[in-house]
Nanobody, 127 residues
Framework: QLRLVESGGGLGQPGGTLSLSCVAS????????VGWFRQAPGKEREGVAC??????????ATAEPVKGRFTTSRNNAKTTVYLRMDRLSPSDAGFYYC??????????????????WGQGTQVTVAS
């Protein structure tokens, strides 16, 4: 059974960079849409980015607040998905989660459309 574990959170400086990893076990991520989500205290969980490799294509989606700053990628073994966060802002702070949709479904930034989640990793942005 597919399990996801996030890592890489911690303290980032405004304007700086943090990179998160989402490691899969029990299966590869081939064909899965893997989404990144975040939740700040008192706020609803929101979609940040998504990536899916299928056939010879890569599908990606990025939320407007992070477009041009956050980038998703995947390793060749299709076991890990990364979220690189550049030009961090205090508004980027929160718990970050990766999740997958049922295999074969396209990328989405809607949390309710994902059914398997990691435990999350906390990101703090402060100088």
């Amino acid at each position: 059974q597919l399990r996801l574990v996030e890592s890489g959170g911690g303290l980032g400086q405004p304007g700086g960079t943090l990179s998160l990893s989402c490691v899969a076990s029990g299966d590869t991520l081939k064909g899965y849409s893997v989404g990144w989500f975040r939740q700040a205290p008192g706020k609803e969980r929101e979609g940040v980015a998504c990536i899916r490799n299928f056939a010879n294509s890569v599908e990606k989606a990025t939320a407007e607040p992070v477009k041009g700053r956050f980038t998703t990628s995947r390793n060749n073994a299709k076991t890990t998905v990364y979220l690189r966060m550049d030009r961090l802002s205090p508004s980027d702070a929160g718990f970050y989660y990766c999740a997958v949709r049922p295999r074969g479904l396209p990328c989405s930034l809607v949390p309710e459309e994902y059914d398997r989640w990691g435990q999350g990793t906390q990101v703090t942005v402060a100088s």
